[in-house]
């Protein structure tokens, strides 16, 4: 559990009640911000990141605490946790971040579950890490550079100044995000305006990931990470049906030859958040079928 000493409660805000939003919710300092991190359950440690907030992994966690501890973080400006400087608004800084949360719990013998921007810097820090992981899951993420005229204009317009003061201004993006299209197929309204909230107020970095997620030099070391040190980690992927235009599922099989594949029926980009239920039932049995024997024979 969390190690007390090196963490320190975090004041819930109004927009996030214990009723909406049950689990505790502590800071670790990390190069000079708080990194919020929220945790439950007991058992085989799960270890949740993603780029949008630690919010979207509830409804999973609800469903998995039962049988595993699961930890759920806060990149730096995103969500619970504190302001970064704009320009430090870096999958490099996301990386050195979800780093130090892992040596500060002493996560040990964890799973990688991961999604959207979460995946780059979290699968870098995991080849830093990776003694400490037993597996990965990709939910609606990549593992390398972003190529493609598709790909790379999406980023370029979505991290661009124009696209960013529009969000600020209108808070459209996160009330997408907050929808039925978005992450909230399943959330209730007060859920639903939490969710908004939160996401609302990591804007003013979010775009700034997205624009250093073009071009980052992180890159280098998350080839290395699922060529080398991971890449006999079993991976478990998940996608929505609506939501892979830029097909990762047949790149991440192709990385990853005996990786498992998922996709969840009329999923969008959220797909955890589209069938909590059926996601979190499919890593355990997951982690029961595949992890847990992959442990024997090395054994």
């Keep these: 559990m969390m190690a007390a000493a090196l963490t320190t409660n975090l004041a819930r805000p109004a927009w996030l009640p214990q009723e909406i939003f049950p689990f505790p919710i502590v800071g670790i300092e990390t190069d000079r911000s708080t990194v919020a991190v929220s945790e439950a359950g007991d058992g085989p440690t799960l270890l ?8 979207t992994w509830r409804d999973v ?24 400087p704009r ?24 799973i990688l579950v991961a999604h ?28 390398w550079k972003p190529s493609g005229p598709a790909f790379r204009t999406m980023l370029r317009v979505m991290g661009s100044g124009a696209t960013r003061r529009f969000s600020l ?76 235009p830029l097909h990762f599922q047949p790149r991440w099989k192709a990385l990853f030859p005996e990786a498992r594949q998922l996709v969840i029926p009329n999923g969008n980009h959220f797909p955890m958040c589209d069938d909590p239920e059926f996601v979190a039932a499919q890593i355990r049995r997951w982690h029961r079928e595949v992890v847990d024997r992959v442990e024997e024979k090395r054994r």
């Design 61 to 84: 966690i609800v469903r998995l605490a039962r049988d595993f501890r699961c930890v759920a973080v806060d990149p730096p400006g995103i969500g619970l946790s504190g302001p970064v």
């Design 169 to 244: 201004g209108t808070g459209a993006l996160a009330t997408v995000t907050a929808s039925a299209f978005g992450a909230g197929r399943q959330l209730d309204a007060a859920s639903r305006r939490a969710y908004r909230a939160g996401f609302q107020r990591s804007m003013a970095v979010f775009h700034d990931y997205l624009r250093d997620a073009r071009d980052s030099d992180v890159y280098d070391e998350v080839a290395w990470a699922l060529a080398a040190p991971l890449s006999t980690r079993p991976l478990l992927t998940v996608f929505g049906e609506r939501n892979d």
């Design 116 to 143: 959207d921007t979460g995946g780059p810097p979290s699968f870098a820090a995991a080849g830093q890490l990776a003694s400490r992981v037993r597996g990965l899951v990709a939910i609606n993420t990549f593992g």
């Design 87 to 110: 320009t430090e608004a870096t999958l490099r800084r996301s990386a050195a971040a979800l780093t130090k949360v892992v040596e500060t719990l002493d996560l040990d013998d964890f």
């Design 48 to 55: 949740f990141y993603t780029g949008i907030g630690l919010f």
